[in-house]
């Protein structure tokens, strides 16, 4: 603001006229003297003695701590408002460094998310296999108990067989042992079995021992393979 600008005033101070010449606003120069022009008559008002002089100057003693308290109150306020505003800092930074967290934790439970569903679908996978495994399982001891089954009525046949094989053989051979003259006996004895080579066998008597022979063999061979199944079964089941 230059010199034409300036702001020229005729203000009343304790009862005297002063022209005011400011840069600021008649309202607010008209302010400034009546708040000087108030404290000087209040100190007048209560010590009636002192001169002009001495008015003005309690008067600029109050205005000056007026001044100094405001000061020492914008100063307070301007400290406050700098703890204020790293306190705002401090709580932005913390905000930001809650919102990174759950960034983080967000991406963390979407991951274990994945991973249990991933996790579920192997165990239902896992679940179907067993299931599939079980009913193999279950379908293969079937398959074992009626083989088992079916092995054990070979056997028995088989033994059956063998025992009326041997019984025929042996009543064969002894009846050929024995000859027309040996047909009776004292009742205290028992026919003897005599087991003769095959070249003194009748050609009957030969066939029958053959096949009493096979009967044997195969006996001995179906009684191996049940004990190999055997051991497969409770090596399986371990």
């Not at 299931?131 to 054990?152: D, G, Q």
């Not at 047909?183 to 003769?196: D, G, I, R, S, Y």
Request: net charge negative; charged share 35%.
């Amino acid at each position: 603001m230059n010199g034409e600008d300036k702001v020229r005033l005729t203000v009343d101070i304790f009862g005297n006229s002063y022209k005011m010449v400011g840069s600021f606003s008649e309202k607010y120069m008209k302010q400034i003297s009546t708040y000087v022009n108030e404290h000087m008559n209040a100190i007048a008002k209560s010590n009636p003695r002192l001169d002009t002089q001495k008015v003005a100057i309690l008067a600029l003693v109050h205005m000056a701590d007026d001044y100094y308290q405001l000061r020492q109150q914008l100063d307070q306020v301007e400290a406050e408002r700098a703890q204020t505003k790293q306190h705002i800092e401090e709580l932005r930074k913390a905000f930001e460094l809650s919102e990174e967290k759950e960034r983080t934790k967000s991406a963390e439970c979407l991951r274990l998310e994945e991973r249990a569903a991933k996790l579920e679908e192997e165990l239902a996978r896992l679940a179907r296999e067993n299931e599939l495994a079980s009913a193999a399982w279950a379908e293969r001891v079937m398959e074992w108990e009626i083989k088992y089954e079916e092995l054990a009525k070979d056997r028995e046949r088989l033994v059956l067989e063998a025992a009326a094989a041997r019984e025929e053989a042996a009543a064969s051979l002894g009846a050929a042992n024995r000859g027309p003259a040996d047909t009776k006996e004292p009742a205290e004895e028992q026919p003897q079995v005599v087991v003769t080579a095959p070249s003194e066998l009748s050609p009957d008597d030969a066939t029958l021992l053959e096949k009493y022979n096979k009967l044997q063999e195969e006996y001995l061979k179906l009684q191996n393979e049940f004990n190999e199944w055997i051991q497969l079964t409770q090596s399986e089941t371990q």
